[in-house]
């Protein structure tokens, strides 16, 4: 089992930054893999980034833009939001999985969320 807490979120103007973190709990953690969704006013919960097998994949609409990383040693994933824009506005959740083939969809551990508003 695994405990997931993130933080770094925030109010931002459009075309700024910001850093999300997520703290795992567990000694296992380099076993998981990791995702970053966001759920948006009045829309479903979509995913956004994740590590799987150690590569990285993101949705069109945050490709070029978010990075996602993570550090095993501390057992901490991140997610670098650059050229923010209005529509980025949601609550990002982490999440975590040991099966690859459900982490971009139904994974098994979330946690709490933070909220991120970019403001035009």
């Known amino acids: 089992q695994v405990q997931l807490v993130e933080s770094g979120g925030g109010l931002v103007q459009a075309g700024g930054s910001l850093r999300l973190s997520c703290a795992a709990s567990?000694?296992?953690?380099?076993?998981?893999?990791m995702g970053w969704f966001r759920q948006a006013p009045g829309k479903e919960r979509e995913f956004v980034a994740g590590v799987i097998w150690n590569l990285t994949y993101y949705s069109d609409s945050v490709k070029g833009r978010f990075t996602i990383s993570r550090d095993n040693a501390k057992t901490t994933v991140y997610l670098q939001m650059n050229s923010l824009k209005p529509e980025d506005t949601a609550v990002y959740y982490c999440?975590?999985?040991?099966?690859?083939?459900?982490?971009?969809?139904?994974?098994?551990?979330w946690g709490q969320g933070t909220q991120v508003t970019v403001s035009s």
């Open positions: 567990g000694r296992t953690f380099s076993n998981y893999h």
């Open positions: 999440a975590a999985d040991l099966s690859s083939q459900t982490i971009q969809t139904t994974p098994r551990y």
